[in-house]
């Protein structure tokens, strides 16, 4: 069993201290996931890890990943239409994907308002939690847009960036 909790909206899921031995390889992933600011998918981020020890599977860092995650040490990105994306860095903050590139950049709580408190008044589901995702276009994809477009100006047809976060409130209200 675990307990969650929101902070400032963003999920936080706690996990009873479940002692668990850092391995070599645990560390590692850990580092390297916390070093890299892009939330790398799994995929990536065993490209990485695998330069610095070679001999890395790619389920050992699932696996690791799981552990992390578990544990409360790393965040699991559930985006939608898109793999998994891992996040070293468990302080609140939001994430905002590029709807052209892809790219997953974070939000820091102070930049968004007007969504602290959420709630389903009616459902016949059990609701277990809700969640966001801010979507726009990045700043390299938006000067790609406007140096194609000829004239510095927004491109016909570029899409205004519109709001979506990722964020789990499980804050559960009987
Ligand atoms: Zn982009
Ligand atoms: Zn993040």
């Not at 050992?60 to 898109?82: M, P, Q, S, W």
């Not at 990045?138 to 140096?147: F, I, L, S």
């Amino acid at each position: 069993m675990f307990c969650c909790t929101a902070l400032h909206g963003v999920f936080v899921m706690m996990v009873p201290a479940i002692p668990k031995r850092m391995t070599r390889q645990r560390r590692l992933v850990l580092d390297e996931l916390k070093r890299l600011k892009n939330h790398p998918s799994a995929d990536y981020l065993f490209g990485v890890v695998r330069q610095k020890m070679p001999n890395i599977s790619l389920g050992t860092v699932y696996r690791n990943l799981d552990v992390l995650v578990n544990t409360g040490l790393a965040l699991r990105l559930d985006l939608a239409g898109g793999q998994c994306r891992y996040d070293g860095d468990i302080s609140p903050h939001y994430h905002i994907r590029c709807v052209l590139c892809g790219d997953l950049d974070d939000l820091p709580v102070s930049a968004v308002a007007g969504i602290d408190n959420p709630r389903v008044l009616e459902s016949n589901y059990a609701v277990m939690g809700w969640r966001m995702e801010f979507d726009g276009v990045c700043p390299a994809c938006r000067n790609k847009t406007d140096e194609d477009s000829g004239n510095g100006k927004e491109a016909p047809g570029m899409i205004a960036p519109f709001p979506r976060v990722i964020v789990t409130d499980t804050e559960l209200e009987d």
